[in-house]
């Protein structure tokens, strides 16, 4: 789960009182910090579209911008798109980002806000059936192409969705991803675990790793009560169901089952699904895909390495370089010219203390640790 750090804003409005480096201004409201940090009102609009396996409903912030992709939000178990996305999207460094995409978010169905609980017997969609919707909705909204951003379940449901449909995904930033189907063991351990806990808790110990559970942050004192009173908390069960039930993606390295997108795995550092992020990114194409393990998944790092994902696509040619961009291309240009002629796949990592960024050149998996 998402970690903000209160002093990477205010420190931002501190300096640019101060003077800004930049821009030189000695007012904090003429900065082209303060002007980036300020969040545009952007419109918001909410729709539902049927589709074969039921109705969905999403949330569309902003207009569409000429000759760019939409940026397409999937939540994880547990949790809606304002409870998953909105800590990120309301950061101030990510209103840059917000300005340059349209954002489409969806939720899955039953997860929205005053959704109606599902009737004793409804069949929940497959997680393959949920990614199955999401033509429904770019035909609904006339986009062509998106970027995706998914978290654990929704990873998975936008990865299915690129798999079926690589032509008009242009990217995807998959957070906490599992791609694998649960074997017998997990199967078993899941079964046990159900006669000992209720369904909050296991959501919660798929969200958060056993030591955050163990400490019992505010944060977690926080989704526990929202998963616990949760109106809908019958529409999550199924949700979490069909999670647990889902095919294996079977990605292979230089095999036809694999993402032809720029690719960014994001995991939290200890996070209960490294080992599965860690596996998926074997199992990537290494000239597409970026390994992303931040600790704690601050907010921050998060921004910086989202930013560079899409000026590495092309976007966002013009935003403005921070401290870590000018070290990034620094570490780039030094590790090119050192190790060219190593191997296609390496591992890189960053001290959170240190400030600076490393990265392989491009074409290479990149793996950083912040």
């Known amino acids: 789960m998402w970690r903000q750090l209160p002093s990477l804003v205010s420190s931002s409005y501190q300096a640019s009182w101060r003077s800004c480096r930049r821009c030189r201004s000695q007012r904090r409201s003429h900065c082209c910090q303060d002007r980036r940090l300020r969040r545009p009102r952007l419109l918001e609009t909410t729709h539902s579209v049927e589709t074969p396996y039921g109705s969905v409903t999403f949330t ?171 109106p809908n908390l019958d529409n999550i069960e199924l949700y979490w169901n069909s999670y647990n039930n889902r095919r294996d993606l079977n990605f292979e390295r230089g095999g036809d089952i694999t993402l032809k997108c720029p690719v960014m795995l994001v995991v939290g550092d200890q996070a209960p699904h490294e080992d599965a992020v860690v596996e998926c990114n074997s199992k990537l194409d290494p000239t597409q895909t970026s390994f992303l393990k931040v600790s704690n998944l601050l907010l921050g790092k998060l921004t910086e390495a989202f930013k560079y994902f899409l000026q590495g696509m092309g976007y966002m040619a013009s935003s403005c370089m921070t401290r870590l961009s000018r070290s990034r291309t620094a570490s780039l240009t030094s590790a090119a010219s050192i190790d060219g002629n190593r191997s296609r796949s390496r591992t890189l990592s960053q001290s959170s203390e240190s400030g600076t960024l490393s990265s392989g050149p491009p074409g290479h998996t990149m793996e950083v640790s912040c």
């Open 60 to 230: 569309v912030y902003g207009t569409p911008k000429p000759k760019r992709p939409a940026i397409l939000t999937y939540h994880d178990v547990g949790l809606n798109y304002k409870s998953c996305f909105q800590p990120l999207f309301q950061f101030g460094d990510m209103q840059e980002i917000i300005q340059n995409f349209v954002r489409v978010h969806v939720d899955a169905p039953g997860m929205e806000e005053g959704a109606p609980v599902f009737p004793l017997g409804y069949q929940y969609p497959s997680l393959d059936q949920l990614a199955d919707m999401i033509p429904c909705v770019l035909q609904y909204l006339n986009f062509s192409t998106v970027i995706g951003v998914g978290v654990g379940a929704g990873a998975y449901i936008l990865s299915r969705y690129a798999l079926n449909h690589p032509d008009t995904v242009e990217g995807l930033v998959l957070i906490n991803i599992d791609p694998n189907a649960k074997g017998w063991m997990d199967w078993a351990a899941h079964k046990l675990t159900g006669l000992t806990s209720s369904i909050p808790e296991m959501i919660l110990g798929h969200l958060f790793s056993q030591e955050e559970l163990s400490g019992n942050s505010e944060l977690i004192q926080k989704y526990r009560n929202i998963i616990t009173h949760a």
